[in-house]
């Protein structure tokens, strides 16, 4: 079925400090075309473009957090070198399933979403406990150096933060099985353009086949809340945001329509 040519209520959301820009409605006319795109299963030889797109896309100001640019090496090619390593093993769990949209004229990967399915216990893949915990470690022989090094260049930040969304998680949702996504990206030049809704509809769509319906759990970027929103996922203060079923979910716009002025509205975390 071919995407209805319509644009989407604009939801607003606060500008996030820095001024980063959020989203906006996809423009009719911009849209890909669904069949120009088919969103499938990624192999494990995608890894690298998986690496290369999380540096691509992912804005310096949140790298510069994760890989501060006094401990990165030089080399963009080490870096994706690296962590391609550490993406590499996510790919032996059945639970973890990495998602791409694919042109079909040119096979060129144009999005990622990475969505670990209901049956899987929390624990994030990106931490370095990750690779104790799903057992990369041995399954792959690494040595303490060769750990070492596919770490090198990452900050404390990366695992600080991680475990600290790995609790709120927990205790949000308890042993309630739930979809979790990490990461979401859609390369520059293909962004406005329908693709990441589809890498979202394609765990959306499961989750609401389930009765009850199995929610879906995430923690969104600045830039990204109004998209969230849109197909159905409710902020519940800081990053977090959770989707249980369909929904209309407002920014806010909805303080607006009440005649309520900006200035009177908490400014949502990011
Ligand atoms: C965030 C990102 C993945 C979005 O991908 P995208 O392909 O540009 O998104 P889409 O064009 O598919 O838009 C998604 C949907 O949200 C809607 N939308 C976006 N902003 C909206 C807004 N402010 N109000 C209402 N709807 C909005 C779009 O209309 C579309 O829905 P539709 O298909 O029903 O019309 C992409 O911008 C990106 O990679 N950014 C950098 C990395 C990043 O920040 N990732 C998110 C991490 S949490």
């Known amino acids: ?15 996030a400090p820095g001024g980063v820009l959020q989203t906006v409605p996809v423009e009719p006319g911009q849209r890909i075309l669904n069949s ?3 969103v499938e299963l990624c192999e494990v030889d995608d890894a ?9 896309c992912f804005p310096e100001v949140w790298w510069a957090r994760m890989e501060p640019p006094e401990i990165r090496p030089p080399s963009l090619q080490t870096r994706v070198t690296r962590l391609t390593t550490r993406i590499r093993p996510t790919f032996s769990n059945p639970n973890m399933k990495w998602i791409k949209a694919v042109l079909t004229a040119s096979n060129e990967i144009v999005g990622v979403a990475g969505w670990m399915g209901p049956n899987n216990p929390i624990k994030n893949i990106w931490s370095r406990s990750a690779q104790s915990f799903y057992g990369w470690d041995k399954q792959n022989n690494w040595t303490e150096d060769e750990i070492e090094e596919m770490w090198k260049g990452a900050s404390e930040a990366w695992d600080v ?4 969304d790995e609790k709120l998680r927990a205790d949000l949702m308890g042993d309630e099985p739930h979809w979790y996504l990490a990461p979401l990206f859609v390369w520059p030049q293909y962004q406005g353009k329908g693709v990441g809704k589809l890498l979202l509809d394609w765990a959306i769509k499961q989750a609401d086949a389930t009765d009850p319906v199995t929610p879906l759990y995430l923690e969104s970027m600045p830039n990204a809340r109004a998209l969230y929103m849109h197909v159905g996922f409710v902020p519940q203060g800081g990053r977090t945001f959770i989707r249980r079923g369909p929904a209309i979910v407002r920014g806010l716009e909805a303080e607006e329509d009440k005649d309520v002025t900006k200035e009177g509205n908490a400014v949502l975390e990011i």
């Not at 690496?51 to 691509?56: D, K, S």
Request: net charge neutral.
């Open 1 to 15: 079925m071919e995407p209805v040519e319509k644009r989407a209520d604009l939801i607003k959301i606060p500008t």
């Open 48 to 56: 690298t473009r998986i690496a290369e797109g999380l540096y691509t």
């Open 36 to 38: 120009e795109i088919k």
């Open 161 to 164: 933060q991680i475990e600290k």
